[in-house]
């Protein structure tokens, strides 16, 4: 509820948080602020950063919610013994980081990817690089800036820093760079970090080759702050990727779920189908496709191409959607017998449920705020009650306290 104060306008509850959170901020003068942002990679960034840092120090974690608006919760919530907060920081429209820093303050800052993941408001990468480059911009010159040099519109963000400047990445112009990148026997991550003449094995929970970037932009950040690399990479072994980032869910027969069901911008879809290519034991491979985004043209366009790629790593590919789609399959794709429509997740669920072959590998692409496609994979882990068609919630279907009612 809104109120009038002395004639100055309407207060809302949204402002005065942001007030005290303001208020809070200026107290924890003795707290490192850490700002994490790009268009891809953040939200495992920023928590792999604050849990390699928690091996040592207090540390107060935001992720995911992660505009000026939804910090305060966080802010007021920090213990003042923190050293670090750490901050997923959104760059979706113009001007949202230079506000988020504002509040904020940071100290350090990391930029890790720039694709097109908010095509519709800034229309190309340069505008898109532009904002995000914003961070390297602000971070005072006697704070860090941390850059992704295997993305060259992000390493070009040096140039805009008066902070000293880290680079991470797997090319020549990397500080801490990656070698020897490859899947473990059960599909997770590992890699060689090398720094200064100095080179040190990390392995981390984290599915998918592509996550290297996250990991060592982490590792970066913790070495600069006084860790030895030989203690992040212990400290790494414990970390758990995120719920729906290419994370894995096992059937009661052995049948593997891969969830990549965050988010879906064109730009990273060929990241999540490159994940079966780990999984060389697998009877069957599967891959669902729910919706893309951030693509222009026409929806045949966005779709065309990943129908494509996933029939190269996939034995067959389910498209997942309202009728609309049958318009991105060729007549040629459906006669094959390897790709499927299917137009609500009840008929996907029986379609899986009745064709599904023990030890089967499944990956499930799309957004939760649409597609909810990771119902799917947990329903195989432990039933669910949910099979609502359009449930209007834009909340994790893993956290949703509607999944299993009958646990409420």
Not at 41 to 61: D, P, Q, Y
Not at 106 to 111: A, R, Y
Request: glycine share 8%; net charge neutral; charged share 25%.
């Amino acid at each position: 509820m809104g109120h009038q104060l002395l004639g100055k306008g309407k207060i809302t509850s949204k402002d005065i948080r942001l007030k005290l959170a303001f208020k809070k901020r200026r107290s924890l003068e003795n707290s490192k602020f850490i700002a994490i942002t790009g268009s891809s990679g953040k939200s495992t960034t920023t928590t792999i950063i604050a849990h390699l840092l928690s091996e040592r120090c207090n540390v107060t974690l935001s992720w995911d919610a992660n505009t000026i608006l939804s910090f305060p919760k966080a802010l007021l919530d920090m213990d003042p013994k923190s050293q670090y907060g750490v901050f997923e920081v959104s760059g979706h429209e113009p001007g949202a980081i230079d506000e988020a820093c504002q509040l904020l303050k940071p100290s350090v800052g990391v930029i890790t990817t720039v694709s097109n993941d908010h095509l519709s408001t800034f229309r190309n990468l340069e505008n898109t690089a532009e904002e995000k480059g914003r961070l390297a911009e602000i971070i005072p010159k006697e704070g860090l800036v941390f850059l992704n040099s295997d993305d060259s519109l992000v390493f070009a963000m040096r140039h805009k820093a008066s902070a000293s400047v880290v680079t991470f990445g797997t090319n020549e112009n990397a500080q801490y760079k990656a070698t020897e990148i490859e899947a473990t026997p059960s599909g997770y991550l590992r890699f060689v970090c090398h720094y200064e003449g100095e080179s040190c094995l990390f392995e981390f929970k984290l599915l998918g080759l592509h996550f290297v970037t996250s990991a060592l932009a982490g590792i970066a950040v913790a070495h600069k702050q006084g860790m030895t690399l030989q203690e992040i990479a212990r400290r790494a072994n414990s970390y758990q990727g995120l719920l729906g980032r290419c994370s894995i869910h096992h059937g009661l027969d052995g049948t593997i779920y891969v969830c990549d069901t965050m988010k879906s911008p064109y730009s990273t879809v060929d990241l999540a189908f490159q994940v079966t290519q780990i999984f060389t034991q697998a009877p069957r491979k599967t891959i669902v496709i729910g919706s893309i985004s951030d693509k222009s043209g026409k929806a045949r366009t966005r779709y065309r191409l990943p129908i494509i790629k996933a029939l190269d790593l996939a034995d067959r590919v389910i498209l997942f959607g309202n009728a609309a789609l049958r318009g991105k399959a060729d007549a040629a794709d459906l006669e094959s017998g390897k790709v499927f429509i299917v137009e609500n997740i009840t008929d996907l669920q029986n379609l899986i449920n009745n064709d599904r072959i023990a030890g089967e590998m499944i990956l499930l692409k799309g957004s939760f705020k649409i597609d909810h496609l990771e119902r799917i994979a947990l329903d195989a882990e432990n039933p669910i009650d949910c099979w609502l068609e359009s449930c209007g919630k834009h909340n994790y279907c893993f956290s949703c306290p509607h999944l299993r009612g009958n646990e409420l």
